[in-house]
């Protein structure tokens, strides 16, 4: 018989962002590192004030909603945080692929106005021709 192997847990990788420094703490501190930023993560125990302000001031980066700061004091030795980034790394695209179901937020998706050369008659230049006169033989 197969024995079923338990999943294994996203804090196993943990140590690693703390080695590789691509944790970033604070509001603060995101807001201001906006271009080297993955992903958020925000606790569970984080207030519906501060929650609502986080989606609004990071809506184009994924923001995950999981563990609360006990958790985050634990894994990344940071007191009182309840708003965490990950740096862009590959580790960081790990973390986020197993925290990805925690995600609180929808992507931005950019609306394209219409091209105005791909209007509806662009693709129909060409008219229709009449029939070609057939040629009677004596």
């Known amino acids: 018989m197969s024995e079923l192997v338990p999943p294994k ?12 420094r691509n944790l970033l703490v604070g509001r603060d501190t995101l807001r201001r590192s906006k271009g080297k930023l993955h992903f958020i993560l925000i606790t569970e125990d984080v207030s519906e004030n501060s929650r609502t302000e986080v989606l609004a001031d990071f809506r184009h980066y994924p923001v995950v909603q999981c563990f609360v700061s006990a958790d985050l004091e634990k894994h990344f030795g940071v007191r009182g945080a309840k708003v965490v980034g990950f740096a862009k790394s590959g580790l960081a695209q790990s973390i986020y692929a197993e925290l990805k179901p925690h995600r609180i937020n929808q992507p931005v998706t950019k609306s394209n106005p219409p091209d105005p050369a791909q209007g509806p008659a662009a693709g129909r230049k060409a008219a229709a021709k009449p029939p070609a006169q057939q040629k009677s033989r004596p």
């Open 9 to 20: 847990s996203v804090e196993r990788l943990f140590p690693f962002v703390l080695k590789s």
